[in-house]
Each structure stands twice: as structure tokens, then as C-alpha cells.
């Protein structure tokens, strides 16, 4: 992180100087305001602090809105800092404890993140389980050829794990319960299913999943953020393998 914010005196009043830029920021087009961590100290995770700032502040821009694969819905920006002067009020939290702010949102966040990958699955099936019934190959009905309906035996096992454990997992963490470890592992269950069945998906469609009219199309592609957002497949490994002891 190297969006940096110092303490300046400016007329008498506390501002924070802000200077860097940041990149890959959900809403970041149409936000009114923006929750900005900054490092205020040192390096490392002790030197973060979180910081409102308002559209239209001085010295703060948004740049071209980001042309992604997927979540077309959903807007993403660049943003830039140059001298862009903000109230010390402005400060959320205690400066430099940002850090455990963002960590308090990151359970939920990967829980919401396991949802929406089992919920993309549950599309993608149910749009086969449709498309089967209507759609005739060499005389037969899809659903009539058995690969076709082991594939979808095999996708139904697969969401129903997944959809269960997430909400084992969400109900303990609401109880309060300390399951960082399990949300990683659920966020890559959920994520590494909804892999396997929007592939699936696609491939049971044939030509029709690769035409953007298709649904699983687009589930598809929405879909491929999944193991990505929230922290990466990869990192939910990591947080694993350190409640692992290892």
C-alpha cells in the first residue's frame, strides 16, 4: 500500500495530505463518498488508517471506469490522489488501527462471496435442468443421453455440499464463534464448485453457452471473480495452512 496521508497544519486547522492512487474500486464511478485506507506509519499492517473522503474533494479524481470479463453490473474505477487535503475528523477509527478494520469485514465479505458462488451454481443448474428437457440430439431428448444426466448428478452433489457447509459455517460465525479458518475453506469450496459447474454449464448447452442471449454465458463469466475477489483462492490456502500450524 502506498497511498500515503500526512498530518498538515493548514490556517490553523488538522488535515490529512493525501497523495498515490488506487486501483480496482467497486462503485468507484458512482460513489458519493469513499472509505480510503492509507498509510499514515510505518510499513507493514501497524501503519494503516482509514479515511472518508468525499466526492468532488480537491486534489481527489476518478479515473475511466475499468472494462472487466464479468460484473458489467457493477462498476469499477481507478482513483487518484495529488495533495488532496482532507479534515482530521475524517479519520475512521484510531490512526494507524485501520488494519483490524479491514479485517473485520473480511469474514463476512468471504461468507457473501461463498453465497454468491453457490447461488451462480444454482442458476447454471437450473438452467440446464430447463434447457435438457427441450433440447433433442440425434432424435433424444438431452435429458434421455446419461452423460448428460451424470454430469448434472454430479453438479447437484456438488452445490449441495457446498450450500450446506456455507451455511453451517455463516450460522457459527453468527454465533460468534471464531471460524476463519472454515469461511477460507467454504469461500474455496463454494468457489471451486460454481468452477466446475458453470464449466459444465457452458459445455451442456454447446454453441447456444457460448452466445451472450445464453444465460450460463454470463454466469460463466460473472462467475470467474469468485475465487479472486475477497481474497484469492490462493490466500484462503494460506489462511488455512496457518490454522493448520503450518
Request: aromatic share 10%; net charge positive.
Amino acid at each position: 500500500m502506498r497511498t500515503r496521508a500526512k498530518r498538515v497544519n493548514v490556517d490553523g486547522k488538522q488535515f490529512y495530505k493525501i497523495n498515490g492512487s488506487k486501483m480496482f474500486i467497486t462503485s468507484g464511478v458512482i460513489a458519493d463518498y469513499y472509505t480510503v485506507a492509507v498509510r499514515t506509519g510505518e510499513e507493514g499492517y501497524g501503519g494503516i488508517s482509514l479515511i472518508l473522503i468525499r466526492r468532488g474533494t480537491e486534489g481527489f479524481s476518478v479515473g475511466r471506469s475499468l472494462k472487466k470479463m464479468g460484473w458489467w453490473a457493477s462498476d469499477t474505477a481507478e482513483l487518484f490522489f495529488n495533495d488532496c487535503l482532507v479534515p482530521e475528523e475524517n479519520l475512521i477509527g484510531q490512526e494507524n488501527q485501520g488494519f483490524y478494520c479491514i479485517m473485520s469485514n473480511f469474514q463476512p465479505e468471504r461468507i457473501s462471496l461463498a453465497v454468491m458462488a453457490n447461488m451462480t451454481s444454482e442458476m447454471a443448474l437450473k438452467a440446464c435442468l430447463d434447457y435438457i428437457k427441450d433440447r433433442k440430439t440425434f432424435g433424444s431428448a438431452l435429458k434421455d443421453h446419461q452423460v448428460i444426466r451424470h454430469k448434472l448428478a454430479i453438479m447437484a452433489s456438488k452445490l449441495e455440499a457446498s450450500r450446506e457447509f456455507t451455511y453451517r459455517i455463516a450460522a457459527r460465525y453468527q454465533a460468534g464463534e471464531d471460524v476463519s479458518m472454515e469461511v477460507s475453506m467454504a469461500k474455496n469450496i463454494a468457489t471451486d464448485t460454481s468452477d466446475h459447474i458453470t464449466y459444465q454449464a457452458t459445455q451442456i448447452f454447446g454453441g447456444m453457452g457460448f452466445m451472450r442471449e445464453s444465460t450460463v454465458e454470463r454466469l460463466y463469466r460473472d462467475n470467474r471473480i469468485l475465487s479472486i475477489g475477497g481474497g484469492t483462492y490462493e490466500i484462503m490456502n494460506e489462511v488455512i495452512a496457518k490454522n493448520l500450524g503450518l
